[in-house]
């Protein structure tokens, strides 16, 4: 890494930057469960749920079947399902389909973990005391659009495509290419509450403080482009 990590700090700088209004996730795929953390108890309807809980500033681990009731979560995170869940795996993917919301054939496209996670650490990017996996940001288009020429001037910019349903596998897509721009699906933006103005980036952690060092030649650079801009749109436009 470019930079030392002080989680605290980076969330911050980045947070003065983007003005986003939710704290950023991150995610951390484990091969033993944590100690001396504490585990979720309870229910969620999906494994981007828990996005939500650690943006409001929560600290914990899942286990697999924490993401059984999520067909396509656990799908991207490589859980196998239990043999009476499976059912319910095909039961929503033939509704997906009969929707035309997705074609059989983009299934084995869809990004996914290359190994079973044994737990998944969820907490907000400032409370994360060693470096995650991968740091989920949800921001409005100006916001992302920073981060986005950040992750560029850093050298760690995926050269992906914008992606699309589910946006659960901008995860894996991150860790495997790099940066991922995330437009955000019809089930995220219910389970999570985000905004129809807002989107994702996702870094890899491992990223974030060279994204952050950058941020700050980007921000002063957007600034004065926006006033550059302004005076010419003054000057030279005529209607």
Known sequence: MSATWNAKELEQQIATVTKA??????????????????????TEP????????????????????????????????????????????????????????VKPEEVPQ???????????????????????????????????????????RAGVGSGAPALGRPTCMALPASLQHGTITSLGCIGNRVYTGLGEDEMYIVLRGKDVPAVAEALKTIGSANAALHAYAKGRREQLSTL
């Open 21 to 42: 209004a939710r704290r950023p996730v991150a995610v951390t795929f484990l091969e033993q469960l944590p100690a001396n953390l504490n585990k979720f108890e309870g």
């Open 46 to 101: 999906s494994s981007c749920s828990f996005w939500r809980l650690a943006a409001e500033g929560r600290t914990f681990y899942t286990v697999p079947d924490n993401h059984f009731n999520c067909a396509v979560g656990a799908y991207t995170h490589n859980i196998a399902l239990s043999p009476e869940r499976e059912k319910e795996t095909e039961q929503t993917l033939k509704l997906m389909f009969d929707l035309g919301y």
């Open 110 to 152: 869809i990004p996914r973990l290359a190994k079973a996670p044994k737990a998944i650490l969820y907490s907000p990017l400032g409370e994360a005391t060693a470096v995650p996996d991968v740091v989920l940001f949800a921001a409005k288009p100006a916001g992302a659009m920073l981060l986005q020429e950040a992750a560029n």
